[in-house]
């Protein structure tokens, strides 16, 4: 059974960085992809970025794009999201989120299977 546990959320001003952290265990992962996605109140939850597991192929959602870094320590089974130059529209809890397989819509809610709990990043003007 896989299992997620994000850390780093907090508050930060606009302007600020933020890296998140995703602990996955529970399986072998080199046939996976990783996402993380965000949820703001009232609002779907999002796509922010993906990586494959095994060849750290990445992807984004143009809104994060040269701002925020998907990143994944193998040998450690952690996955991140480096966030910089946070803006109060980046307010959200953000989550970990696994999915058997590295093609596809990776940008799609439905096809990642197991969640982590969530982290709030709140980002003040």
């Known amino acids: 059974q896989v299992k997620l546990v994000e850390s780093g959320g907090g508050l930060v001003q606009a302007g600020g960085s933020l890296r998140l952290s995703c602990a996955a265990s529970g399986r072998t992962f080199s046939a996976y992809a990783m996402g993380w996605f965000r949820q703001a109140p009232g609002k779907e939850r999002e796509f922010v970025a993906a990586?494959?597991?095994?060849?750290?192929?990445?992807y984004y959602t143009d809104s994060v794009k040269g701002r925020f870094t998907i990143s994944r320590d193998t040998a450690k089974n952690l996955m991140y999201l480096q966030m910089n130059s946070l803006k109060p529209e980046d307010t959200a809890v953000y989550y970990c989120?696994?999915?058997?397989?590295?093609?596809?819509?990776?940008?799609?809610?439905?096809?990642?299977?197991?969640w982590g709990q969530g982290t709030q990043v709140s980002v003040s003007s």
């Open positions: 989120a696994a999915r058997r397989g590295t093609t596809g819509w990776f940008f799609m809610v439905d096809e990642y299977a197991d």
């Open positions: 990586i494959t597991w095994s060849g750290g192929i990445t």
